[in-house]
């Protein structure tokens, strides 16, 4: 063989080399992108399939809730008609003109759940303290009830309970100068088996105050001659 061809067979033999790598690498790249797509395509599957999880436990626990607010409505039905009836109206009417019936003892907790608060945004400072005491001084409560249109502010607690020999109330007064409010729970005697309220000797319905909360959390409420009776 002469050199030309020897020289030429070497150069036939690097490009079928070539070609045979290149096709190689061609090979290897697809192979690789496959795997590629392949791991990424059960990684999505694998994340679907959480996905899909945690929606079916999403639904699930919906379902229980939705069960457990329709029980919910089911057995509060009752009391939703009651709070809305012509005798819890006439309740708030009555209760609406009677803002004597509010404690005197909540009304001045009132005035210290205020001073409380006054007190928490000052400096703690002579300068301060001493501003805040006078503030305090200016503080006077003038409590009333909503008007009766409104029906979120008296609601009943046990309307319809027969063998109760009272009914229970929640009320909140306001005070609209101050921004303050006091919540009530009153008990109102009442004539069985009619179940009328009871009158007092002005012919008015008895509210007993029971417990408060004019900002410092729920107090029992004696009233004045149950304290002196102790």
Not at 61 to 67: G, H, P
Not at 187 to 193: A, C, H
Request: aromatic letters at 10%; a negative charge; proline letters at 5%.
């Amino acid at each position: 063989m002469s050199f030309r061809e020897d020289v030429f067979a070497k150069i036939v033999t690097y490009i079928t080399v070539a070609v045979l790598l290149g096709a190689m690498l061609v090979e290897a790249f697809v192979i690789y992108m496959e795997r590629r797509e392949q791991t990424e395509l059960e990684a999505q599957v694998a994340s679907d399939q959480e996905t899909i999880n945690e929606l079916s436990g999403q639904t699930h626990s919906l379902t229980a809730k939705v069960e457990e607010l329709q029980e919910f409505q089911d057995n509060w039905e009752n009391f939703v008609i009651l709070a809305d009836s012509e005798f819890c109206q006439q309740m708030r009417e009555d209760l609406y003109s009677r803002p004597e019936v509010i404690p005197q003892e909540a009304e001045e907790a009132s005035i210290l759940a205020e001073e409380a608060d006054a007190l928490g945004k000052t400096d703690d400072t002579d300068e301060g303290e001493i501003t805040a005491e006078e503030e305090s001084a200016q503080i006077t409560a003038d409590f009333s009830f909503p008007s009766p249109d409104d029906k979120e502010w008296l609601l009943p607690l046990n309307l319809g309970n027969k063998p109760s020999v009272e009914y229970l109330f929640y009320a909140r007064a306001q005070d609209l100068e101050r921004d303050r409010y006091i919540d009530l729970l009153f008990e109102v005697p009442v004539d069985r088996p009619d179940g009328d309220p009871l009158l007092d000797e002005d012919g008015q319905i008895i509210w007993e105050c029971l417990a408060y909360d004019a900002g410092l959390g729920w107090t029992l409420y004696m009233p004045p001659e149950e304290e002196s009776d102790g």
